[in-house]
């Protein structure tokens, strides 16, 4: 299994060249359910890297049997692991995954042929949950299931968030994000990359059946997940990005319409559950920066 540059003859040449850019830390549990999802897409024109967080299990040591050259240790949070891959990408076009999510076979393929076809500048990718087997797993089908038929693309009331860039878009985004914010930022780092990407370009669409995504299939789970998602997002509540995030907390647009009773109950109970641990990550990281402001201030 081999991710590096391609080395292509004949009229595949003219395909152009998607790089597919992975954000990890012990991500070993999924990640060679990743890569293998990638070795198997019919678009063969494909670069990886993968920008690890100082991993504490074997994910680099994964990553490297699957094949994958392109691998950097990056000390700054999901926001400096988003921004580090982009710099490195080569391609034309930048997937932004996650190491839990699998793409099926003809996902890249599809994407490039959608976004030239309709002269799109970004692509969110429909997502189903990988297993649907028990009562977590299945509030989070109902939250995927209620977004998709509603469709929401604006940035500040949808949870819908592009997976596929041109590059240059990307490039020119970050050019917006305040520079000190980059290494700091954790959960909400694709809410920002999309908000700053909307005010250039609406040009937009979703791909049907794209990916399958890999939830908590538990409290235990979920718990850590979220308030670690709490915890990183303190510095992203920072002027224009404050009104965004708060916006994601409330629960969906579109409840109850078009028929969707079921998954909009299930939807709220999800928002509910989730919310929790995520508010009190989000506090305690809080009341930590005031202390450490306030410890800095006393010297």
Known sequence: MGFTYFILTGSIM???LVTISIPTYNSSKFLQLCLSA???????NIEINIIDGNSKDNTLDIARQCGVTEVRVCGGGLLQARY???KLARGDYVLLLDSDQIL???????SIRWMEDRALDMLVLEEDVYRCENFIEKLFQCDRRLVHAVKDLD??????LPRVFRKNLLIDLFRNIPEFLIPKVGGPDHAMIYFEAWKISQKIDMLPKAVKHIEPNSLRVMIPKFYRWGYTSVDAHYEQYDELLNRKERFRKGL??????????GSILLLLIKGVPYKTGYYVG??????????????
Not at 256 to 265: A, M, R, Y
């Open 104 to 110: 099926a076979p003809d996902t890249v393929g599809r």
């Open 38 to 44: 990638i070795e198997n897409q019919t678009y063969k």
């Open 155 to 160: 940035p500040y009331t949808s949870v819908l």
């Open 286 to 299: 809080k009341m930590r920066k005031l202390f450490s402001r306030a410890d800095t201030n006393n010297k």
């Open 256 to 265: 109850f319409s078009k028929g969707q009773i079921k998954d909009s109950l």
């Open 84 to 86: 580090e891959g982009i």
């Open 14 to 16: 003219t395909l152009p």
